[in-house]
């Protein structure tokens, strides 16, 4: 069994068709390459099934108006307006995907295993454009991911998504440049001075789970400088790609620019990795942005 570079170059095509199958061990070392290199890693044939009942739910009616999305994490279910049965029902696909990504995961990645954490799995109902209530929030323009709210202090976020479309609709990405030539781009638009005592303070008030770092300071920038560059999103080195229903893709949504141009019912697990877990930790974000810095980021 071998993978297959597609048409662009971002993608790496990998032939798997069940979410454990044994075959996967086989292609780890190829995957976790490219996976850290910043590609997104394409599973053409690898679909999520949903019985009949199951299906009922793929309507956006089932989650809570205020919300992008139905989750999933250690804390339990949330944004979601089902009772009872539908509620179990709800709760049953996502644990189920859970445990599939899991195991996809384990298989392709061993030395992820023990390091990831902070899963959150969500079920996403509402048609891409439908639900952005900001220029900062509208997923359709391209940016790497950071969380205003969540400071990573380095660590990566690892994300797995499965189109469930019942209708034969694909979900359909744009993917841009390699991280480092973003970084070196946007760079000179990154420009608002990091201050330590401001990062406390949101931590302090609870703006902020923990507090900022210079990183994360600089990530949340690179994030809003991309998608203030209307040039760029029109005319920039990006390629289109259709993720038909019945496949899944991988990537580290901090490294890998994308953008969500439309598409509908969606399955998506998301994990944070340490960089003692990476392989080529060089490649990290973090180290791009200090390389280009010319000085440590991750200073508390
Ligand atoms: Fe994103």
Not at 174 to 195: I, N
């Amino acid at each position: 069994m071998s993978a297959t570079a597609s048409s662009h170059d971002s993608l790496l095509e990998l032939p798997l068709r069940d979410w454990r199958a044994p075959e996967a061990a086989a292609l780890s070392a190829q995957a976790l390459r490219a996976l850290e290199q910043g590609q997104v890693l394409h599973f053409p044939h690898l679909g999520f099934a949903l019985s009949p009942e199951e299906r009922v739910l793929l309507d956006p009616k089932y989650t809570d108006p205020k919300r992008k999305n139905i989750s999933l994490t250690p804390k339990g279910l949330a944004g979601t307006v089902a009772a009872g049965a539908a509620r179990e029902r709800v709760q049953g696909i996502l644990q189920r995907y859970l445990d599939s990504t899991s195991a996809l995961l384990d298989a392709l990645f061993p030395g992820y295993r023990d390091a990831r954490h902070g899963p959150a799995t969500s079920l996403r109902l509402h048609a891409i454009g439908t639900w952005h209530p900001s220029w900062r929030k509208d997923d359709r323009l391209l940016h790497v991911d950071a969380f205003p709210s969540r400071p990573l202090h380095g660590e990566r976020i690892l994300r797995v998504f499965t189109n469930i479309n019942p209708n034969g609709e694909p979900r359909t990405w744009r993917v841009g440049e390699p991280f480092e030539t973003a970084a070196r781009r946007y760079l000179p638009a990154m420009s608002k001075p990091w201050r330590p005592w401001l990062a406390g303070l949101m931590h302090r008030v609870g703006i902020t789970k923990q507090r900022r770092t210079e990183y994360d300071h600089l990530m949340l920038q690179m994030h809003d400088a991309m998608k203030r560059d209307a040039h760029y999103q029109q005319q920039g080195d990006w390629a289109q790609v259709d993720f038909m229903p019945g496949s899944t893709w991988v990537c580290f949504s901090d490294q890998v620019s994308h953008a969500a141009m439309s598409g509908q019912f969606m399955l998506e697990q998301t994990w944070q990795l340490p960089l003692t877990a990476l392989s080529y930790a060089e490649l990290a974000p973090v180290r791009v942005l200090e390389k280009l810095k010319g000085r440590g980021l991750l200073a508390a």
